[in-house]
């Protein structure tokens, strides 16, 4: 589980499922990218809860558990965007959100001990 724990194999993942979300959005009809996409989203996971499990051992548990929440709302607001813009309903509250909760995100992973010290 060591290798998944690596927070370069993290930002990456992330990093290409957020190009791969907004190709999608920008598309018509976005079906293969959508797909690669949700496997994208399971390899964020897997990193981020690896993450968060050698997370545990800085002492900032709530902290991470903040964290991974955001980025599962993050991915989940990706998800619903995708979803609602296929059936042709708005969606812009769902982006918003994903702005919104990316940014949380974003602030505690660099905030936090085991990310890049932008912040500090």
Known sequence: ???????????????IAIILFFVALAMANPKVIHMILRVF?????????????????????????????????????????????????????FVVLFFVFFLIALFLGFKLPMGIHFLA
């Open 1 to 15: 589980m060591d290798f998944l724990a690596r927070t370069d194999l993290h930002i990456t993942t992330w990093v």
């Open 41 to 93: 989203y399971i390899l964020v996971i897997v990193s981020g809860v690896a993450l968060f499990i050698k997370g545990m051992d800085f002492g900032q548990g709530m902290l991470y558990g903040f964290k991974l929440l955001a980025g599962i709302l993050v991915i989940g607001m990706m998800e619903m965007s995708l979803v609602k813009k296929k059936k042709g309903k708005p969606f812009t509250l």
